[in-house]
């Protein structure tokens, strides 16, 4: 197939309502159209404002392939600019994080500069522009900003297209996953903790996406890791205290029906989340010192609930994922259609038993790390995936688990937790944003 761009039907084509054609993983010419769709029109997450902490700070990434600045302004403002000289058009930083001197942004290249509202400051010989109408044009007027900006909580996320949906709109039900990491801390306040583990993955990056939710996996593809630790602590008595490497790896090997019975919540417009009766963090030791923090800082009841909630992945389509209960997040970088950058952070809860970050370090470093051997599990089967699908002599990929031919066009709730519906919810919103059609 080809020749997308022009023809809607073509890409709607793509997306039955049990499978996908193999195009949507292979396609660089489906894959410039998602970055120039989908990842434009949609909400696509920067960064957290704990990484830029002081007036000054700035953390330099890209979104849908377009270099931006995440920094905060003099007046304590947390910012998104383009990392684009208004001049000719420089990276006005190269390093990932740092610090503008003098409050101010300094191209490499003529020595404009600007304030960190993006406004100019000084412009070399500047009588040189005058009565040359550069006032009156976007370059004269300073550094672009995104048009649509949302700071929630800490998260900030930005829409690339002046037109789209809004953000709670966009989002929905799915910010009470946020809200339930941020509510972790008996301040309310999460921080970065250290550097980022940035991963590269041989394969599209909707199969990172897919896998998320994809509870079918877990005891086939990781039987080898989770199951060297399940054998491991084999024959111990019951009761014994797990270190917690133990305590993460075994649930990974759970049966069917656990998966099954965790559950899983769906949202429009492609977010969701496993976990919606327990998850693989429900059985975690408890904390005593914590619970008392958090007891003290909500009240008895208050901190039930908010620990109750162990929700596994939290999908933020298409660009991140939060694991509330283990305080880390995943964030996507597509780079190709066979090539995507995945990030792992993890946080401090600010006013927290340090305990509870070392917990999280080590989570981040056995699942999500480079050197993860769960990590590397997945990865094996996303390079299987991308690379068994050059076969030729079927062009469709089943996502039939637990389908039914009424399943309406409404797909938002809650189903059991091996059924593929949060795929086929995805695809649906890929197939909206791709043919220009609204948000719901």
Same mark, same amino acid.
């Given at each position: ?152 909580? #800490?998260?900030?996320? $930005? /829409? ?13 039900? =799915? @910010? !009470? ?121 909500? #009240?008895?009841?208050? $901190? /039930? ?13 298409? =660009? @991140? !994922? ?119």
């Amino acid at each position: 197939m080809s020749g997308y761009r022009h023809d809607p039907a073509a890409i709607r084509a793509l997306v039955r309502p049990d499978a996908v054609h193999r195009d949507v993983y292979r396609s660089q010419e489906l894959f410039d159209l998602e970055m120039e769709r989908l990842w434009r029109d949609t909400w696509i997450y920067v960064g957290h404002d704990s990484q830029v902490p002081n007036p000054g700070d700035y953390y330099s990434t890209e979104i849908a392939r377009q270099p931006v600045i995440l920094l905060r302004d003099d007046q304590n403002e947390v910012r998104v600019l383009m990392n684009r000289c208004a001049h000719k058009g420089a990276r006005l930083v190269s390093a990932t994080h740092g610090h503008c001197e003098n409050k101010l942004l300094r191209c490499p290249y003529h020595g404009w500069t600007y304030r960190l509202d993006g406004s100019i400051r000084t412009i070399p010989m500047k009588a040189g522009y005058e009565g040359t109408g550069l006032a009156d044009t976007q370059n004269g007027r300073g550094i672009a900003s995104p048009p649509a900006v949302v700071n929630y909580r #800490g998260f900030v996320f $930005a /829409r690339l297209n002046p037109q789209g949906p809004g953000f709670e709109e966009y989002f929905g039900g =799915s @910010l !009470t996953s946020i809200d339930n990491l941020v509510d972790r801390s008996p301040e309310g306040r999460l921080e970065v903790a250290g550097g980022v583990l940035r991963y590269m993955h041989d394969s599209n990056w909707k199969m990172f996406i897919e896998n998320l939710n994809d509870t079918m996996h877990p005891m086939v593809a990781h039987e080898s890791a989770a199951g060297t630790a399940k054998k491991l602590w084999a024959g111990k008595p019951e009761g014994t205290p797990k270190p917690m490497a133990i305590e993460q790896f075994l649930p990974f090997v759970n049966g069917y029906s656990f998966f099954d019975q965790m559950g899983v919540h769906i949202y429009e417009n492609g977010h969701s989340y496993t976990g919606v009766n327990f998850s693989i963090h429900s059985n975690y030791a408890a904390v005593g010192e914590y619970e008392t923090l958090m007891e003290q800082a909500y #009240g008895a009841q208050r $901190a /039930r609930a908010i620990l109750g909630e162990v929700r596994h992945n939290t999908v933020y389509y298409p =660009s @991140l !994922t939060i694991k509330g209960a283990i305080q880390a997040i995943r964030v996507v970088r597509p780079l190709a259609p066979d090539r995507t950058l995945i990030e792992s952070w993890t946080f401090r809860l600010a006013g927290a038993p340090a305990q509870l970050l070392r917990r999280t370090v080590l989570y981040s470093r056995l699942i999500n790390a480079p050197t993860s051997v769960v990590g590397h599990d997945d990865q094996h089967c996303y390079r299987a995936i991308q690379e068994g699908l050059a076969a030729e002599g079927n062009d469709w990929v089943s996502l039939h688990r637990n389908y039914s031919a009424g399943e309406g066009a409404q797909l938002a709730g809650n189903y059991n937790g091996t059924s593929e519906i949060s795929m086929r919810a995805q695809f649906r919103a890929w197939q909206r944003f791709m043919t220009g059609e609204p948000a719901r």
